[in-house]
């Protein structure tokens, strides 16, 4: 079984009971399925979502959307994948920008994937 059919099984095994947290006032149960949703969208996408704030997870919109694109909407699927891929963007321009401001000293020793690539 694929990730993205488990995740479909997974969203439409739970739904009803996150909808209604998610619409809940509830904070408490709100956090405890957070990470939760977040591997059933990691799954949905085949995508790392770390980067995704749980504010944005945590709207029914959202598993709404994930609910219809699990059932075979393309529309639903775009549309969810748009504001995932938004969300992440602003986080990996400000990480990009924080590596070209660093005030590295001379001669200073950088590590890491594009270190590497640039090797």
Do not use: C, H
């Not at 209604?20 to 979502?49: C, G, H, P, Q, W």
């Amino acid at each position: 079984m694929t990730r993205y059919n488990r995740a479909v099984d997974t969203l439409s095994d739970n739904y009803e009971d996150w909808i209604e947290i998610l619409k809940s006032d509830n904070m408490s149960e709100k956090i405890a399925i957070v990470e939760d949703l977040r591997a059933e969208y990691e799954d949905l996408f085949d995508t790392d979502l770390s980067g995704v704030s749980d504010d944005i997870l945590l709207q029914s919109k959202y598993l709404e959307l994930a609910k219809k694109a699990a059932e075979g909407s393309k529309d639903a699927y775009n549309e969810l994948q748009l504001v995932f891929l938004n969300s992440l963007v602003p986080k990996t321009l400000a990480d990009l920008e924080a590596i070209v401001n660093a005030d590295l000293e001379v001669g200073a020793e950088v590590k890491g994937s594009l270190a590497e690539e640039v090797e």
